[in-house]
T-cell receptor, first 112, second 116 residues
Framework: DAKTTQPPSMDCAEGRAANLPCNHS???????VYWYRQIHSQGPQYIIH???NNETNEMASLIITEDRKSSTLILPHATLRDTAVYYC?????????????FGAGTRLAVHP | ETGVTQSPTHLIKTRGQQVTLRCSSQ?????VSWYQQALGQGPQFIFQ???????GRGNFPPRFSGLQFPNYSSELNVNALELDDSALYLC???????????????FGSGTRLTVV
């Protein structure tokens, strides 16, 4: 599975867009990029995923570069409830089963 | 549609004891994975169960074992507890070969295990 690199922490003002970067330079052609977040004392929550096209849902947008070596998760109007650790994961299928490999993630702090 | 539920939410055990953690998967999901999350770190994959058999394992010793039942619920057992086993233990349910592009893992809120 490809490894991801994320900044350890970021700040964002409430109401502004939060742009969380992720590098995955060793991603292979059939691997998807997934984003999860973990609010304190809860389990990780799925946000969005993509292969090569930009994706948008009710929670966020995902921008993947053309060479697929990096991506950006965008929370268009961050709120205090978006304060969490955000994980960028490149998912692979290994040995007939699947798993998510988490890094340390980015700790996003949204402030008033 | 019910989510993933884990029990208990908190647990304190003594070093050397054994512990059993339980997980009920989301309705319609037949694959269960367990993760260990130490304080300040991302979750680490322990193992996965599908059709009541272990279907993959991470870098954890044999004293970490599990079961999956016909109703797809699951147990994580840890023998001979060590202080470093103190962590949040997360259960996630999914469909086989998920995360498929259209499906994701659904995680429970975890069991906080403290070994003293």
């Amino acid at each position: 599975d490809a490894k991801t690199t994320q900044p350890p922490s970021m700040d964002c003002a409430e109401g502004r867009a939060a742009n969380l970067p992720c590098n995955h330079s060793t991603i292979s052609g059939n691997e998807y990029v997934y984003w999860y977040r973990q609010i304190h004392s809860q389990g990780p929550q799925y946000i969005i995923h993509g292969l090569k096209n930009n994706e948008t849902n009710e929670m966020a947008s995902l921008i993947i570069t053309e060479d697929r070596k990096s991506s950006t998760l965008i929370l268009p109007h961050a709120t205090l409830r978006d304060t969490a650790v955000y994980y960028c994961i490149v998912r692979g299928l290994s040995g007939g089963y699947n798993k998510l490999i988490f890094g340390a993630g980015t700790r996003l702090a949204v402030h008033p | 549609e019910t989510g993933v539920t884990q029990s208990p939410t908190h647990l304190i055990k003594t070093r050397g004891q054994q512990v059993t953690l339980r997980c009920s998967s989301q309705s319609g999901h037949n694959t269960v994975s367990w993760y260990q999350q130490a304080l300040g770190q991302g979750p680490q994959f322990i193992f996965q169960y599908y059709r009541e058999e272990e279907n993959g394992r991470g870098n954890f010793p044999p004293r970490f074992s599990g079961l999956q039942f016909p109703n797809y619920s699951s147990e994580l057992n840890v023998n001979a507890l060590e202080l470093d086993d103190s962590a949040l233990y997360l259960c996630a349910s999914s469909l086989p070969r998920s995360p498929h592009p259209d499906y994701g893992y659904t995680f429970g809120s975890g069991t906080r295990l403290t070994v003293v």
